[in-house]
């Protein structure tokens, strides 16, 4: 299963897909790389008519005993929200020294944030748009805890403030389901319908990222 990683970008060029060359640079090969216009699947989504650039990144990861190994991360950049997103195998290393090459590929016309830094307030709005809430575990004075386990503090008091540690969700859309991980920033989403994480990401960009 994979995990999709959710970072903010900043590219200071018009064109993007310009600045990501398809050979390779040091330790890193960027390839496949085309641009689409999003489509939107969810209501009132307020980035229709963005440009998403995607495309893969080919790393090889240096080991000081062994020849290394090839890691394989396919990423988006979508243009209005800002929003840079990595797959990745759930059991791969680090990949921040992947995205340092890769910055650098693109002549650093391209800056990505090690974190997504969402709003508190907005990250919950998110996940209560969810159909069913299954599981969302809070920090409460340095504890993790179930948002409605907290004593002494109503549950409508806790959604809004506290920070989130994880959560699990369910979508269901058109008759779709959609099951959906968060945690530290990354978001793993299970369904077989095909515009099923796409659904997620616009429903994320929508409640998180639209202001």
Partial sequence: MTETNLRKAN?????????????????ITVKEVSSITADPVVD???????????????????STYTDGRTVSINFELRTDSSLFLTDVATDSISIESAISEFMQATGESISIYRNLHAAE????????????VLEITVLD???EVGYTEIEGIDVDDVIGEFAIENASVGFVEDGNE??????????????????????????????????
């Avoid at 590219?11 to 398809?22: K, M, N, V, W, Y």
């Avoid at 009132?44 to 240096?62: A, H, K, L, R």
């Avoid at 307030?121 to 069913?132: G, I, K």
């Avoid at 920033?185 to 616009?202: A, H, K, M, N």
């Fill in 11 to 27: 590219a200071t060029i018009g064109h993007i897909e310009d600045s990501l060359p398809e050979d390779s640079s040091g330790q």
């Fill in 44 to 62: 009132q989504y307020p980035f229709s008519g963005q440009q998403i650039i995607q495309g893969t990144i080919s790393y090889v990861e240096p």
């Fill in 121 to 132: 307030d907005a990250l919950w709005e998110f996940l209560m748009t969810a159909d069913r």
């Fill in 141 to 143: 004075h340095g504890e």
């Fill in 178 to 211: 959609i099951f959906v991980e968060y945690r530290g920033g990354s978001l793993q989403i299970e369904t077989d319908w095909p515009d099923g994480r796409e659904f997620i990401i616009q429903t994320f960009e929508k409640e998180v990222l639209s202001g």
